[in-house]
């Protein structure tokens, strides 16, 4: 089977400038969450989907951050500006509903400079 | 809000011996309780987790954990490490019903020597 698929690998990117990441999830999983570890922190949730829709996006910073999961399956994260604090493993999981196990990617490394 | 303190951030033991990570964690109400671990180079993946009835959990690779719900404890132990152990584990929490929304520790970071 397959797991949680996530792009790039690593980025480096100046403040101020837009980067994005993608995450294609296990197929069938109906739940897609977004995670934020900074280094030396455990991973925290920025976003959760069902499907296609938000259930919680509480800890997302909207002024800078967006999510968004087309049709139910990928989702891309986006930040616009970026900041030297939003340095972090940015990391992907999905689940076949919101009560069942998380599969985690192996998450995209951005730099900020 | 729930949080999850894991007080030993760094751990080496030598092949054989006995390991225990300590995970407690603050909520008040009934929670579903989890171990992570992260080998070098791989992706996060769940080594156990508890969700109701026996506090005793049995996961992966002869790893256990006890809940202790009057010491808001979830304690992960290993009666002998190998070397192929080093990794860093993370416990997390989520509150009951609440849709899988987890909250981690800061992790703490297994070095088994040979």
């Known amino acids: 089977e397959a797991g949680v698929a996530q792009s790039p690998r690593y980025k480096i990117i100046e403040k101020r400038q837009s980067v994005a990441f993608w995450c294609n999830p296990i197929?069938?999983?109906?739940?897609l969450y977004w995670y934020q570890q900074i280094l030396g922190q455990g991973p925290k949730l920025l976003i959760q989907?069902?499907?296609?829709?938000?259930?919680?996006d509480s800890q997302l910073p909207k002024d800078r951050f967006s999510a968004e999961r087309l049709k139910g399956v990928d989702s891309t994260l986006k930040i616009q500006p970026a900041k030297l604090e939003d340095s972090a493993v940015y990391l992907c999981?999905?689940?076949?509903?919101?009560?069942?196990?998380?599969?985690f990617g192996s998450g995209t490394q951005l730099s900020v400079l | 809000a729930q949080s999850v303190s894991q007080h030993n951030h760094h751990v080496i033991l030598s092949e054989a011996a006995s390991l225990e990570l300590g995970c407690n964690y603050s909520?008040?109400?009934?929670?579903?309780l989890f171990w992570y671990v992260q080998y070098p180079g791989q992706h996060l993946q769940l080594l156990l987790k508890?969700?109701?009835?026996?506090?005793l959990v049995k996961g992966i690779k002869g790893f256990e954990a006890e809940f202790i719900k009057s010491k808001f404890s979830f304690n992960l132990r290993k009666p002998s490490v190998q070397w192929s152990d080093t990794a860093e584990y993370f416990c997390?929490?989520?509150?009951?019903?609440?849709?899988?929304?987890?909250?981690f520790g800061t992790g703490t970071q297994l070095k088994v020597e040979l």
């Open positions: 997390a929490v989520a509150i009951t019903g609440g849709g899988n929304k987890l909250t």
């Open positions: 999981a999905s689940s076949l509903g919101n009560q069942d196990e998380l599969f």
């Open positions: 989907f069902q499907n296609n829709g938000v259930v919680d």
């Open positions: 909520y008040g109400g009934t929670v579903n």
């Open positions: 197929s069938g999983h109906a739940t």
């Open positions: 508890y969700f109701s009835g026996d506090p």
